[in-house]
């Protein structure tokens, strides 16, 4: 196809490319926007006006250098195999065909998306979103040949995108509400996506009917809708094979289907849990599950959260050590979707695992939180230290609470024959080194550990460690 009335290059080499705020022209969505969106939408033929590109608010060339503005992306399709199913899967291309665009970054999905224009390719002409909506109708046309008609709305007037949003945070809804009726048990297949290989090689999305894509974007019956009529895709058929552990979430098809998929680098991977060989992670996911080992808790953050959580980092610190297709034990990229599945982190024990969460992801899953430990997880509203965490966990009796053995307990200084002292681990303990998500994890099995003096303290935030 050709893009030569385009001023910049289009192409896959610049899939992965980052805009970097120093380089950036102007910012749509992102974190600086609480309302911004994008929205695939089914059609009969009649209601699509084909190829046509409608742009409400200011263009990119009517906004100033270095700016931020709300943004809504509604495709409008229609073909005789076009179907509801296939919307969440149209979608979700948005991410790979606008970052096809030489210096155009597109970032997460649904509510959250992120799109930056660096200052060279504006300079080299792309100065409107008409050419982004070229270039995504002759994408969506080649790649998807099932669309026969197409329609692309940008919006950039914040009132308009206050208007839209509503609906569309429905629309996610229904779709959402219709995937829940199944069962991991009750298929035969899961499917796969490679969308977000370009940010991180070795991601594999593994999408069951209770595990959403870390995205939040794509259900079992979208990933179904996709591998059918395109099987070829980025979204593919993962049939289970032998069932290692139920309970774990471990077959013997999705162990290959990693392999092959991120060229050997993870090989076994566990659905269900946060710690023992967990889902990888790339760098869409809606929220992060992470370790407060303080408390031995899970917390959770979205990426919609402002400022610091309550071990002391933002969501952007965390997710920059979650990221890149890794499996970083104690730091999960999750879907919003996930946390309403009677599988959630299973193996970890669920919702009674859960310490902390924002108080606006609570309220949009709390119907789905078990009526024993809805009250007893803390909010940014009840705990913003890991010291008032802790009180609140032992005021309102956490199931972790009872977890809690003392590490004063279980590490004693005793003498050896020869009248040395050393430090008797008993049983297993472990311990990290280095940085969230990185460095060392040392595990120490029945050691004797020789030193002058043990100390062992706990630190809240602010505190030197010694």
Known sequence: ????????????VYEGERVRGKDMFVELGGPKMEQKFELAIARD?????????EIIGPDLKDMEEGSYHPLGIVIQVAGEQIEPDLEGVIERRLHEYVNFVEGMMHLNQR??????????SFEKGFNSLEYLGKVLIRLYK????????????FITDPKVVGERYDDA???????????????????????????????APTHVCTITPQRYANCGA???????????????GPLYAIPKGDTIDEFRGEYTGVNQAYTEKSLGKVNSVALYSAFEKPHTSCGCFEAIAFVIPEVDGLGIVHRDFKGDTVNGLPFSSMADSTAGGRQIPGFHGIAIEYMRSPKFLQVDDGWNRIVWLPESIKERVLEFIPDEVRDKISTENDAMTIGDLKTFLKEKNHPVAER????????????????????????????????????????????KIYAEKVIIRKTGKGEKKK
Do not use: H
Request: hydrophobic share 40%; glycine share 8%; charged share 30%.
């Open 1 to 12: 196809m050709s893009f030569e009335d385009i001023p910049v290059d289009i192409g896959v």
């Open 45 to 53: 033929m009649s209601e699509v006006e084909d190829e046509k590109i």
């Open 111 to 120: 509510y959250d998306i992120w799109i930056r224009l660096n200052k060279k």
């Open 142 to 153: 080649s790649e998807m040949n099932i669309i026969e008609k197409i329609q692309v709305t």
């Open 169 to 199: 945070i429905t629309r996610y809804n229904q779709r959402d509400e219709r995937a829940r009726g199944l069962s991991d048990a009750e298929v035969d297949t899961f499917y796969g996506c490679s969308l977000c290989q370009s940010f």
């Open 218 to 232: 794509i259900s079992w019956f979208d990933g179904r809708a996709a591998a059918r009529v395109d099987p070829k």
């Open 404 to 447: 809690w053995v003392d590490l004063e307990d279980e590490v004693t200084m005793v003498a050896d024959e020869a009248g040395s002292d050393y430090v008797s681990v008993p049983g297993e303990m472990t311990a990290m080194v280095g940085g969230i998500g990185g460095g060392l994890e040392i595990v120490f099995k029945n050691a």
